[in-house]
């Protein structure tokens, strides 16, 4: 079946300007996640949705990034007014269960490569 | 807190050689562990994984064996190829946790 898809694969944008990448997981994947992987800091976690509800908010850097899940499939990633730090590949992952199951393996997108000027 | 700590890269070897690339962590209660590879210009795949002591996980080749008592998770491959060149990641889920903790990643090189 289908994997776990991401939009746009390239965004080049401004400093300042806010930006939205997208996420679609793997059906009847309730779990989905947002990572960063930078050359700085490694691979990183930003976010865990259960569902529509995100109880694991603990990697968002600071409070110019957001993201909600909607139906409980798409996820969507905002950066507000961007940042030259930001610059970074952003990765979803989705899993078929979520926290509490010791042995959920979680699947990743290719990624969207966001690049702030 | 729980971490992973992977043999730094880059690693070059030869086609057809051994290879042997640590990973020990550090984990409060009892995870599950996990490669996943990322080839060049790709995203990240899950390689294999291991939930529990002494489990070995493998695929395309590779093998790695929890090692409880070492708290080790090395990834292993008798005869390498040039498709294998890659970076690969070690890292761990703790069973109440959500997110995965990553190695740094280890960047192999096979040459012809």
């Known amino acids: 079946g289908a994997g776990v898809s991401q939009s746009p694969s390239n965004k080049v944008t401004e400093k300042g300007k806010d930006v939205e990448l997208r996420c679609d997981p793997i059906s009847g994947h309730t779990a989905l996640y947002w990572y960063r992987q930078s050359l700085g800091q490694g691979l990183e976690f930003l976010i865990y949705?259960?569902?529509?509800?995100?109880?694991?908010k603990s990697g968002l850097p600071s409070d110019r990034f957001s993201a909600e899940r909607t139906g409980g499939s798409v996820s969507t990633l905002t950066i507000q007014r961007t940042q030259q730090e930001d610059s970074a590949v952003y990765l979803c992952?989705?899993?078929?269960?979520?926290?509490?199951?010791?042995?959920?393996?979680?699947?990743f997108g290719p990624g969207t490569r966001l690049t702030v000027l | 807190g729980n971490s992973v700590t992977q043999m730094e890269g880059p690693v070059t070897l030869s086609e057809e050689a051994f290879l042997t690339i640590n990973c020990t962590y550090t984990a409060t209660g009892y995870p599950s562990l996990f490669w996943y590879v990322q080839y060049p210009g790709e995203g990240l795949q899950l390689l294999l994984k291991?939930?529990?002591?002494?489990d070995k996980g493998s695929n395309k080749g590779f093998e790695a064996t929890y090692r409880k008592e070492t708290t080790s998770f090395h990834l292993e491959k008798g005869s390498v190829q040039v498709s294998d060149s890659a970076v690969y990641f070690c890292?761990?889920?703790?069973?109440?946790?959500?997110?995965?903790?990553f190695g740094s990643g280890t960047r192999l090189s096979i040459r012809p």
């Open positions: 949705f259960q569902g529509n509800s995100a109880p694991d």
């Open positions: 890292a761990l889920k703790d069973g109440s946790a959500s997110k995965i903790i």
């Open positions: 291991a939930t529990k002591a002494d």
């Open positions: 992952a989705s899993s078929l269960a979520g926290a509490g199951v010791g042995t959920d393996t979680q699947y």
